[in-house]
């Protein structure tokens, strides 16, 4: 069993900032690919991101990539979405996710291929 918290979500300005937070209890997170989906109003959840077990390969989506930055620090059983040059459709609940691999270069990119969600934290972006 492993469970998720994000964190550092917020109000930001179109072109800010914004380091997303996901903190995963367990022993075993190197264990887990792990990924970042969102939920804008209205809309279905959306896949932003992945990092496989090591941080050895990583994939983004077309509409966040050459913004946004995932990472992991498998010592302190954290990823990380480093959320650069915001834009008003970047707002949305902001979710990670975690999914077993016994595979080192594994990348989920369905929302199936997961096992452990966290609550979500909320990014809203103004113009």
């Known amino acids: 069993q492993v469970q998720l918290v994000e964190s550092g979500g917020g109000l930001v300005q179109a072109g800010d900032s914004l380091r997303l937070s996901c903190a995963a209890s367990?022993?075993?997170?190197?264990?887990?690919?792990m990924g970042w989906f969102r939920q804008a109003p209205g809309k279905e959840r959306e896949f932003v991101a992945t990092?496989?077990?090591?941080?050895?390969?990583?994939y983004y989506s077309d509409s966040v990539k050459g913004r946004f930055t995932i990472s992991r620090d498998n010592a302190k059983n954290t990823v990380y979405l480093q959320t650069n040059s915001l834009k008003p459709e970047d707002t949305a609940v902001y979710y990670c996710?975690?999914?077993?691999?016994?595979?080192?270069?594994?990348?989920?990119?369905?929302?199936?291929?997961?096992?452990?969600w966290g609550q979500g934290t909320q990014v809203t972006v103004s113009s």
């Open positions: 996710a975690a999914g077993i691999t016994y595979a080192s270069f594994t990348l989920y990119r369905g929302e199936g291929e997961y096992d452990y």
């Open positions: 367990g022993r075993t997170f190197s264990s887990y690919v």
């Open positions: 990092i496989s077990r090591y941080g050895g390969r990583t």
